[in-house]
């Protein structure tokens, strides 16, 4: 019976921080700027890249980011910030302007029509925090059951002349978590 009773705790232990780790935070941004509306996109793609505020004030401030954007007049479906938190800023089913003048491996020029783009707040200097890594993978991961994708890319992946985010990220190992994940 002492035995059952363990059992049963660690099986509701488990199964709730299984829980507590794929579950996303997700905090609605929505802007009003950056992305034209379409009811009829086919998403195939995942675009990984950094972001932070550099116009004074903390860098990692998601109004502040928000409104650098606002300023460029480019968004992104999510920003996530350091601590994992989500936060949506485009809906899915519109083109975000995320990824400029960039191509898919397959030749598809006109990425933003076709993509969700993802920021991750870190520097130049900053690799992402484990709770952005954890947050991306469960993103991605619920992106894939709502669509067909087949390509998770980073900026740079797509932009190579002109980009260089994610910064500081290991994106082979990032990967490979992906795929264990996936399966
Ligand atoms: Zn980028």
Request: aromatic share 10%; hydrophobic share 35%.
């Amino acid at each position: 019976m002492k035995h059952l009773l363990i059992l049963f705790i660690f099986l509701i232990t488990s199964s709730l921080s299984a829980f507590a780790g794929d579950s996303l935070n997700i905090i609605n941004k929505k802007v009003s700027f950056g992305f034209a509306p379409n009811s009829n996109r086919n998403v195939s793609a995942v675009i990984v890249h950094s972001t932070f505020n550099n116009s004074g004030g903390d860098k990692y401030d998601i109004d502040l980011v928000i409104k650098q954007f606002s300023t460029y007049g480019v968004s992104a479906h999510y920003v996530i910030g350091r601590d994992g938190t989500v936060y949506q800023l485009v809906d899915e089913k519109d083109n975000s302007y995320h990824a400029g003048k960039s191509s898919l491996p397959d030749g598809t020029t006109n990425v933003n029509s076709c993509s969700i783009g993802i920021e991750l707040m870190t520097s130049y200097t900053e690799s992402p925090t484990e709770e952005q890594n954890k947050a991306l993978l469960n993103l991605i991961n619920s992106i894939k059951k709502r669509y067909s994708i087949k390509y998770v890319l980073r900026h740079s992946d797509i932009a190579p002349v002109r980009k260089t985010d994610p910064w500081n990220f290991d994106w082979e190992a990032f990967k490979k978590r992906l795929e264990e994940k996936g399966k």
